[in-house]
């Protein structure tokens, strides 16, 4: 089958030498630029707000946790205040709505505002837990994996890295015949020049499911293969809290 006069397997082989070129290269280089900033961030802003807002939160006394949210609204409003390493607008934003908050509650100390003070400082505590352990997983992502590649024999870090080329390519492969079939439907609806007599639909989908097939695949050995320093989440934490729930009710 040809293309402009071109070999589709010459046009396949120079479409993944490329989206290889990319993922390893291009993506690399980015994904170190971004790690630098988020150490930044997670180094001057995010660990150290992170812990001051959990011991606000865990202080009972409320005169102690008031006295608390001062010092902390203090400490980051000051010419030193290292919030502009905050990575998300939202949360910094956030930050400056609860200091305007703060400073009407010092002008007029009725328990209105101290409500409202008190809600906002809950709210950052939890954007702030989601950022810090978001940046905290993004930074030590490879951190088991690096461990593993260390203790084992060589030829299985050598093959594991051919496993992601090849998950790489999986994923690639599964576009490509995502796009073949959208453009053998439209053939069909308006045909095109480009593309043969003799290619239908069926054939389009013959392709893209081994496509799928060969992208499922690799997809079980990346995550048999690949070690990931990964948290539980929060939604399977709330479903084995709500099953451990479920069962004490069930036995009781």
Same mark, same amino acid.
């Given at each position: 089958?040809?293309?402009?006069?071109?070999?589709?397997?010459?046009?396949?082989?120079?479409?993944?030498?490329?989206?290889?070129?990319?993922?390893?290269?291009?993506?690399?280089?980015?994904?170190?630029?971004?790690?630098?900033?988020?150490?930044?961030?997670?180094?001057?802003?995010?660990?150290? @707000?992170?812990? +001051?807002?959990?011991?606000?939160?865990? /202080?009972?006394?409320?005169?102690? !946790?008031?006295?608390?949210? *001062?010092? =902390?609204?203090?400490?980051?409003?000051?010419k030193?205040?290292?919030?502009?390493?905050?990575?998300?607008?939202?949360?910094?934003?956030?930050?400056?709505?609860?200091?305007?908050?703060h400073v009407?509650?010092k002008?007029?100390?009725?328990?209105?505002?101290?409500?409202?003070?008190?809600?906002?400082?809950?709210?950052?505590?939890?954007? @702030?837990?989601? +950022?810090?352990?978001?940046?905290?997983? /993004?930074?030590?992502?490879?951190? !088991?994996q690096?461990?593993? *590649?260390? =203790?084992?024999?060589?030829?299985?870090?050598?093959?594991?890295?051919?496993?992601?080329?090849?998950?790489?390519?999986?994923?690639?492969?599964?576009?490509?015949?995502?796009?073949?079939?959208?453009?053998?439907?439209?053939?069909?609806?308006?045909?095109?020049?480009?593309?043969?007599?003799?290619w239908?639909?069926?054939?389009?989908?013959?392709?893209?499911?081994?496509?799928?097939?060969?992208?499922a695949?690799?997809?079980?050995?990346?995550?048999?293969?690949?070690?990931?320093?990964?948290?539980?989440?929060?939604?399977?934490?709330?479903?084995?809290?709500?099953?451990?729930?479920?069962?004490?009710?069930?036995?009781?």
């Open positions: 089958m040809k293309i402009l006069g071109i070999d589709l397997s010459v046009i396949i082989i120079a479409l993944i030498t490329a989206y290889i070129g990319y993922q390893f290269n291009f993506r690399s280089k980015k994904r170190e630029a971004f790690l630098k900033e988020l150490s930044s961030s997670y180094n001057e802003i995010y660990f150290p @707000m992170y812990r +001051e807002l959990s011991l606000i939160m865990e /202080t009972e006394k409320k005169t102690q !946790k008031l006295d608390m949210i *001062d010092e =902390f609204v203090r400490e980051h409003s000051g030193e205040s290292k919030v502009r390493f905050i990575a998300s607008s939202f949360i910094l934003e956030y930050f400056y709505k609860l200091r305007k908050t009407n509650y002008r007029e100390m009725n328990r209105t505002n101290e409500e409202k003070l008190l809600t906002m400082v809950e709210c950052l505590h939890s954007m @702030m837990d989601t +950022e810090f352990w978001d940046a905290h997983d /993004t930074i030590y992502e490879d951190h !088991k690096f461990i593993s *590649d260390t =203790f084992i024999n060589p030829f299985f870090v050598v093959l594991g890295n051919v496993f992601k080329i090849l998950y790489h390519i999986s994923v690639f492969l599964f576009w490509i015949c995502t796009a073949i079939v959208y453009f053998t439907i439209s053939n069909s609806v308006l045909p095109l020049k480009v593309i043969p007599d003799w239908n639909i069926y054939y389009a989908l013959l392709l893209w499911t081994l496509s799928l097939m060969f992208f695949f690799m997809m079980m050995f990346k995550e048999m293969i690949i070690k990931k320093n990964r948290r539980e989440s929060k939604i399977v934490k709330n479903f084995k809290a709500k099953m451990k729930r479920f069962f004490k009710k069930g036995i009781k």
